[in-house]
């Protein structure tokens, strides 16, 4: 019965490119053509019986979740691990530089190498200068950006 499915739904998508280009509109009924293979495709690969298998197991795991009182438990340990990591501040895929100024790093010999962006021989602003003047209303982000370190 699969397979009858399978095929119809391509042989219909076939039919809708076939229509598609007639009427002049030749790329969209290549990408009508590519869609009408799928069904048949995912039945000859056997990919139909694997989603069938999923879903049947999606459904039973669904059904023991609302009737197992194990299964509860199981949930409520998932939700108070994430409410741990998030009151303790962790923060997946932020690195944090410390010890070293933003922007420097350290050459072989030592001395800290020029910010990136910045040429070698390029002077660094002064501490009292204003580094974005010239970014106008900006300096309201430049502030909290200062204030949190950034």
């Known amino acids: 019965m699969t397979a009858i499915i399978c095929m119809a739904l391509s042989a219909l998508g076939v039919v809708i490119a076939v229509l598609t280009a007639s009427r002049g509109r030749m790329r969209a009924g290549l990408r009508w053509l590519a869609v009408a293979l799928v ?68 050459a072989k010999g030592g001395a800290p190498s020029a910010p990136p962006g910045r040429p070698a021989g390029a002077a660094l602003p002064a501490k009292g200068s204003a580094p974005t003047a010239d970014l106008g209303d900006f300096s309201d982000v430049e502030e909290i950006l200062k204030r949190r370190g950034i």
């Open 39 to 106: 069904p048949t495709g995912l039945y000859l690969t056997g990919l139909v019986t694997v989603f069938r298998n999923i879903g049947t197991t999606l459904a039973n795991w669904a059904t023991h979740l609302v009737f197992d009182p194990k299964v509860w438990v199981g949930v409520a340990m998932l939700c108070g691990t994430v409410l741990i990591l998030l009151s303790t501040g962790v923060r997946f895929g932020r690195g944090r530089r410390r010890g070293k100024e933003q922007g420097q790093v350290p």
